[in-house]
């Protein structure tokens, strides 16, 4: 009798203060509980009636397990873990592992660039990604609460991701106006940047424009019709409605993804993610097809180890893990914050780190077996060119 006594008073205590610290999560409500829970140990272990210690720690663990489900029921979760981990590769992979990687690759040495980039990866990529991501998931909050919740002195981390996440997203939004103005000038045939535009004369006879003549037709439909560019800042080309529309656009887009939250964008991920593979895939494939290919690659691989002593080549390296991985720009924080506690967020970390330097590889791959195409061509055309000028 007298060990249920005491213990109703207890699991009535704990189940009332777990119920009426839930919407609010008062930490200092559930404090005062365990102090309480602690004090009652005392009476239990002196009367010999149950072993109080394991009684505290069953009490203490079960408070635990009610205050984060309590918590998760506030906070929206993915439908699955696939739509997770699709979230995060699909932030850490894109223009800087496509665009920026190959670029820095040849420029630092080649294969030797790999050296710096895998070390950089596990010095500073991999500790602060894991970082990010197991702070998002434990406090389940987006950047700048969870900073906050941190400590109020860290509160502005989060406001700084905040606004470069923005500025981020302000040119990533216009690269994607661009790629729509192309998309949408790609229907038309033949494809305006394949050759140079025709131009009537005064005596009604034509000819091709000059400056494309002078550069190319990419370069000239780049500039002059998608661009639309002027001769210097000082200088306007007036508004560029076209551009302007598909601006919109990339806008408009962002946001439908976005309306609902991850109940969208959790759906969308499932393009967004696995279609840049299936791009890179089918470029890589028609890369093989090229002649020179090998010529690219070996370019790519062929190590040049003095590069190796040049500082600025790790800095590049530490640059590009920071760039590619998303680091420090809020969005890992927010997607693993619909991730429940119990999640093993390391092993996420691991796996995403990893398929997304192992993607800057690939990329790398695809872009030097094209260029090496592209340049046997060239080569090609220049060797044709020359010896019809010396026949002539």
């Avoid at 025709?198 to 661009?227: H, M, Q």
């Avoid at 976005?258 to 028609?286: E, H, N």
């Avoid at 924080?333 to 800057?360: E, G, H, Q």
Wanted: hydrophobic share 45%; glycine share 8%.
């Amino acid at each position: 009798m007298a060990e249920e006594k005491l213990k109703l008073p207890m699991k009535s205590l704990k189940y009332h203060t777990v119920m009426n610290s839930a919407p609010s999560f008062d930490k200092l409500s559930i404090r005062t509980t365990m102090t309480n829970l602690s004090l009652a140990e005392t009476p239990a272990e002196e009367s010999g009636l149950l072993p109080g210690k394991l009684h505290l720690d069953s009490l203490r663990s079960d408070l635990d397990d009610d205050v984060e489900s309590l918590k998760e029921e506030g906070r929206e979760t993915w439908d699955n873990k696939v739509q997770y981990i699709l979230a995060v590769v699909g932030y850490a992979v894109g223009l800087g592992n496509v665009w920026r990687f190959p670029y820095l690759a040849q420029k630092n040495g080649g294969g030797a660039f790999l050296i710096p980039y895998l070390v950089m990866l596990v010095v500073e990529g991999l500790p602060i990604f894991y970082l990010e991501l197991a702070v998002g998931q434990r406090l389940r909050k987006g950047a700048i609460n969870a900073w906050n919740e941190v400590h109020p002195y860290l509160g502005g981390i989060g406001i700084a991701s905040v606004v470069v996440s923005f500025f981020v997203a302000l040119y990533y939004n216009t690269i994607i106006a661009w790629c729509l103005y192309y998309f949408g000038r790609s229907f038309s045939y033949p494809l305006p940047w394949n050759e140079c535009p025709k131009e009537i004369n005064d005596n009604g006879t034509w000819s091709l424009n000059a400056e494309c003549e002078v550069s190319s037709p990419t370069s000239y439909f780049w500039y002059r019709k998608c661009l639309d560019i002027s001769p210097s800042i000082e200088e306007s080309s007036g508004m560029n409605w076209q551009l302007a529309v598909c601006l919109v656009v990339a806008w408009l887009i962002v946001f439908l993804c976005m309306a609902k939250g991850i109940q969208s964008s959790g759906k969308v991920v499932y393009v967004t993610a696995t279609f840049p593979y299936l791009v890179l895939f089918i470029f890589f494939i028609r890369g093989l097809t090229l002649e020179g290919y090998q010529d690219g690659l070996r370019h790519f691989f062929i190590p040049k180890w003095d590069r190796l002593l040049d500082p600025e080549v790790w800095l590049e390296a530490a640059t590009q893990i920071f760039f590619s991985l998303g680091l420090a720009f809020g969005g890992l924080i927010a997607f693993s914050s619909y991730m429940p506690c119990k999640n093993n967020v390391y092993r996420d970390a691991i796996c995403v780190a990893i398929t997304n330097c192992l993607t800057s590889i690939f990329a790398g791959v695809v872009v030097f077996s094209v260029i090496g195409g592209s340049l046997f061509e060239l080569l090609y055309f220049v060797i044709d060119f020359e010896v019809f000028r010396e026949f002539c």
